[in-house]
C-alpha cells in the first residue's frame, strides 16, 4: 500500500469512528394520541400547520381580544384599550388564547417565569420546603397561568405553582376530537439553559382544578407543532 493509498484507508477509517460514535438524536417526527397516547406514525408530506387564533372574545360582548408581547410583558386589547398587562417581574414566554379549561369560554394561556415564592403552608409544615428544588439558579420558576373575563374585568383564572419540570413551549389543541382541548408541553430542567432542548413530551388534561398528565414521552426534542392532514386528524410534530 502506498502513501496515497494509506491517507485514503486513514480517512476513511475516521470517518466510520466518526458515524459510529456519533450521538444520535430524535428525527423528525409524528405523534398520534390514540386512547391517551401519543403514537408515533409516519411523519406527513402534506399537512397544514394548524396555529393559535390571534383573537378571541373574552367577555362575549362582541368585540375580539389581541395580544400584544414584547421581550417579557403582555397586554391583552379590546379595539386598542389595554385590558390587562402582566405584573412586573414576570416574563411571559408564550401567550395562546385557549379554552384548557374547558368551560367553553377563551382564556390566554400564558407560559410564565417569576420569583420563586414556596407554598405558604410550607412556613407552618415541620418540613416545608417540597417545591424548593423547582427554581432555576437566579431563583426564578417556570407557571402556567390561565388568564380570563372574571366579574367585569380580565385576571387570573387559574395559576398553577412552580413546575417540577420548566416548560419550553405548548400547543392547546383536541387531539381525540371530543370538542376539549389537550395541553401539550415540551419540558426541560431548572438546571438547563431555557434554549437547551426539552427532555419531555407531555400531555396533560383539565381535571377540573388543574392539570393532570395523561401521557409523558422522553426523548430530544426541539420544537413542537401541531398539523391536520386532509382527513382533518391533529398530530403532534417534533420538528
Request: hydrophobic letters at 40%; proline letters at 7%.
Amino acid at each position: 500500500m502506498n502513501k496515497m493509498e494509506q491517507r485514503h484507508f486513514l480517512t476513511l477509517s475516521l470517518l466510520c469512528f466518526l458515524l459510529i460514535i456519533q450521538p444520535t438524536t430524535n428525527p423528525e417526527r409524528a405523534w398520534l394520541l390514540i386512547e391517551e397516547r401519543l403514537v408515533a406514525v409516519p411523519y406527513p408530506v402534506e399537512a397544514r400547520i394548524v396555529n393559535p387564533p390571534v383573537s378571541a372574545d373574552l367577555d362575549d360582548d362582541g368585540i375580539p381580544e389581541t395580544l400584544a408581547r414584547n421581550s417579557r410583558s403582555l397586554t391583552i386589547l379590546a379595539g386598542g384599550q389595554n385590558l390587562w398587562q402582566s405584573p412586573a417581574g414576570w416574563n411571559v414566554i408564550q401567550s395562546d388564547f385557549t379554552d384548557l379549561n374547558r368551560d367553553d369560554t377563551p382564556e390566554v394561556t400564558l407560559l410564565v417565569w417569576r420569583p420563586y415564592k414556596p407554598w405558604p403552608v410550607d412556613e407552618f409544615l415541620p418540613y416545608g420546603g417540597r417545591i424548593a428544588a423547582h427554581q432555576d439558579e437566579d431563583g426564578n420558576s417556570c407557571h402556567l397561568i390561565l388568564v380570563g373575563w372574571i366579574g367585569d374585568k380580565v385576571g387570573e383564572i387559574w395559576a398553577g405553582s412552580a413546575l417540577v419540570n420548566p416548560v419550553t413551549t405548548f400547543r392547546a389543541t383536541d387531539l381525540d376530537g371530543d370538542s376539549l382541548q389537550e395541553l401539550i408541553t415540551l419540558e426541560g430542567e431548572y438546571s438547563h439553559t431555557r434554549s437547551s432542548p426539552a427532555g419531555l413530551l407531555n400531555v396533560w388534561e383539565w381535571n377540573g382544578f388543574g392539570f393532570t398528565i395523561v401521557f409523558s414521552q422522553e426523548g430530544f426534542f426541539s420544537d413542537l407543532a401541531i398539523a391536520q392532514e386532509k382527513n382533518n386528524q391533529l398530530l403532534v410534530l417534533t420538528p
